[in-house]
């Protein structure tokens, strides 16, 4: 079980909210989001309604403003739970529908570009876990939730371009 309180105002101040399970659409709890303290389990934080736009994942802690989770701006309208799992693994492919398999991880790479040789991946397969991708390396940039299941093509995780920087394993131990 995860449990996330989300605060209007920075320093955990103003109206709150606090959830714990997916939300599509926090707005009508409250109407902006400056800070966030998460209880246990990790979560993914989206800027737009029915888990859409910037994402963000947060790991249990403090986040007193919404820099402090890397946001652009105060908007944060749903929201996912991400559940536990012990393994990991997921295939990576440098064209689209599984075509050039690149490899296979178990394991978190903090440079794709380093590792394979390879600055784009065109399709993921998610065999076990959840995961983040990052479109920059050492885990900076955009991020895109990873669940399990087929992702044909890289607009199927909500980017834009093909560009990969490290993908993480989440793991929650709290």
Known sequence: MGKITFYEERGF??????????????????SRCNSIRVDSGSWMLYERSNYQGHQ???????YPDYQ????LSDSIRSCHRIPYTSSHRLRLYERDNY???????TEDCSCI???????EIHSL????????L??????RGRQYLLRPGDYRRYQDWGAMDAK???????IDLY
């Open 134 to 139: 990052y479109e920059l390396p050492n885990y």
């Open 113 to 119: 570009h380093d590792r394979f040789r390879v600055h």
């Open 13 to 30: 101040q103003g109206r709150c909210y606090e959830c714990i399970s997916d939300c599509p659409n926090l707005q009508a709890y409250f």
């Open 125 to 132: 397969h998610v065999l076990e876990g959840c995961w983040v």
């Open 164 to 170: 990969v920087g490290s993908l993480r394993r989440i």
């Open 68 to 71: 402090q989770w890397m946001g």
């Open 99 to 105: 075509r050039g398999l690149v490899s296979e991880l």
């Open 56 to 62: 963000y994942l947060l790991r249990r802690g403090n």
